[in-house]
């Protein structure tokens, strides 16, 4: 069975750090990309940032670029957001997700498992 | 690329056929997929290349368009569907996601 285990959320205050983890199992996680996504309370879907499958190309949100850094491990079967220089609007919930592909094709052509998501609050 | 949903809810019974709509600021072919949400969990992938069914999902779902105008379709709601649901674009970065649609129960 495909599995996302989200971990390192938590309370951080402005200008923090934290860096989020997701376990991958159930697949071949070398084969896929890899996105972060993120919903603030009560709000809608965000996407965050991309790998693709063997790290070479990372892609980011404005709202993030400069201040996240996205990796994999592919050793270990895990993907990583690195969250630095952390405001209130980052407060969300933080997923992360696998890409599907199309037949004969690497692009993303949707994100077919998710994790259960990992908190971030940023507050003083 | 935006994209734009309608509406952004909507009351609907049991049975009734509904669609939803996704407009894109710009032509994104089909790289177009619909999720759907309940509150408290991760959404669930409905349809992909703006209308390949995914596997597992019920056939009641469908998907459609080119271009810039998509609509997801439920043929017949069952009290289960009833969730937010969004659409997202994913020909070009950053990708995005519409605002969402929250069907409740008439």
């Known amino acids: 069975e495909m599995q996302l285990l989200e971990s390192g959320g938590g309370l951080v205050q402005p200008g923090g750090s934290l860096r989020l983890s997701c376990a991958a199992s159930g697949f071949t996680f070398t084969d896929y990309a890899m996105t972060w996504v993120r919903q603030a309370p009560g709000r809608g879907l965000e996407w965050v940032s991309d790998i693709r499958s063997d790290g070479s190309s990372t892609t980011y949100a404005d709202s993030v670029g400069g201040r996240f850094t996205i990796s994999r491990d592919n050793s270990k079967n895990t993907l990583y957001l690195q969250m630095d220089g952390l405001r209130a609007e980052d407060t969300a919930v933080y997923y992360c997700a696998k890409a599907t592909y199309g037949s004969g094709s690497f692009y993303t052509l949707a994100y077919d498992y998710w994790g259960q998501g990992t908190l971030v609050t940023v507050s003083s | 690329i935006q994209l734009t949903q309608s509406p952004s809810s909507l009351s609907a019974s049991v049975g009734d056929r509904v669609t939803i709509t996704c407009r894109a600021s710009q032509g994104i072919s089909s790289y177009l997929a619909w999720y759907q949400q309940k509150p408290g969990k991760a959404p669930n992938l409905l349809i992909f290349?703006?209308?390949t069914l995914q596997s597992g999902v019920p056939s009641r779902f469908s998907g459609s368009g080119s271009g810039t105008d998509f609509t997801l379709t439920i043929s017949s709601l069952q009290p289960e569907d009833f969730a937010t649901y969004y659409c997202q674009q994913l020909k070009g970065y950053p990708q995005t996601f519409g605002q969402g649609t929250k069907l409740e129960i008439k």
């Open positions: 290349a703006a209308s």
